[in-house]
């Protein structure tokens, strides 16, 4: 991987932790939101705006379905940068 790919993923990863209110070595790549983590609806849609100013994306809400885990929220992120 590219450094700016590590450095978007580590973003991403960051703001995630930061909302579940979770340490960085909690999560994984495939650790469910939800049920690993014990997010809720709100949380969801906490990260998605976050992402979304981070990043200055503009992300449909019908992608939360995909964001269950941090491999789902990079997908999402770099289809809707185009990266």
Known sequence: ???AIDER???IKEI???ILEIEADEVTETSLFNEDHGADSLRAIEILASLERQFSAVID???LGRMVNLKGVYEVVCESKGW
């Open 9 to 11: 993923m580590a973003q």
């Open 1 to 3: 991987m590219t450094v």
């Open 61 to 63: 809400q019908a992608e």
């Open 16 to 18: 995630v932790c930061e």
